[in-house]
């Protein structure tokens, strides 16, 4: 199976920094990867798939970028709502991996 | 606009069985793979179970292969999972989740989750 290793697992940063979160397969996974941000007691929301497509209605701020194996999370310029917990995700041969989550606090 | 609906959490003892069910509304149920997701309390997200739009393939995680039984039914909009012989680590909120139409590795569209209980 492949495990996905997300760093760091908790980020502190102030509104306006730049925030780049990374996420790291086991084996190539090309290009098959999704980010989601969640908040506490909600569902996840999707961010980015197939590792760079931003979703219809996120933010131009998110971007995502990496293949193979390295992927990274971008948020250019970190906004109030953005406060909360990111999960990479992984497809590969009819099985979805998530990673452990970054939870981004405020500083 | 799409909205998935679960329902049917509740406590349950260890051992015992529980069928979860999720309504699906704003789009063409039938041409979507959907998908099971949970999460533990304070944990990450787990991946357990896929049922192609109408290709009938299904897969599962194995942490619950052999026990969770995915089935839909396309004339009602509805996906289920049953889930057996319960145990405390099955204890989480359940989401559904749509997969998206392109390609199916990613989640773009989630109910808000209902919770199982799993304890004595």
């Not at chain 1, 697992?9 to 979160?21: E, H, K, P, Q, Y």
């Not at chain 1, 790291?24 to 929301?45: E, H, M, T, V």
Request: some cysteine; hydrophobic content about 30%.
């Amino acid at each position: 199976d492949i495990q996905m290793t997300q760093s760091p697992s908790t980020l502190s940063a102030s509104v306006g920094d730049r925030v780049t979160i990374t996420c790291r397969a086991s084996q190539s996974i090309s290009s098959w990867l999704a980010w989601y941000q969640q908040k506490p007691g909600k569902a996840p929301k999707l961010l980015i798939y197939k590792a760079s497509s931003l979703e219809s209605g996120v933010p131009s701020r998110f971007s995502g970028s990496g293949s193979g194996t390295e992927f990274t999370l971008t948020i250019s310029s970190l906004q109030p709502d953005d406060f909360a917990t990111y999960y990479c995700q992984q497809y590969n041969g009819y099985m979805w991996t998530f990673g452990q989550g970054t939870k981004v606090e405020i500083k | 606009e799409v909205h998935l609906l679960e329902s049917g959490g509740d406590l349950v003892q260890p051992g015992g069985s529980l069928r979860l069910s999720c309504a699906a509304s704003g789009f063409t149920f039938s041409s979507y793979a959907m998908s099971w997701v949970r999460q533990a309390p304070g944990k990450g997200l787990e991946w357990l179970s896929a049922f192609s739009g109408s290709g009938g393939s299904i897969y599962y995680a194995d942490s619950v292969k052999g026990r969770f039984t995915i089935s839909r039914d396309n004339s009602k909009n509805t996906l289920y999972l049953q889930m057996n012989t319960l145990r405390a680590e099955d204890t989480a909120v359940y989401y559904c989740a749509r997969q998206d139409g392109a390609t199916g590795t990613s989640f773009d569209y989630w109910g808000q989750g209902t919770l199982v209980t799993v304890s004595s």
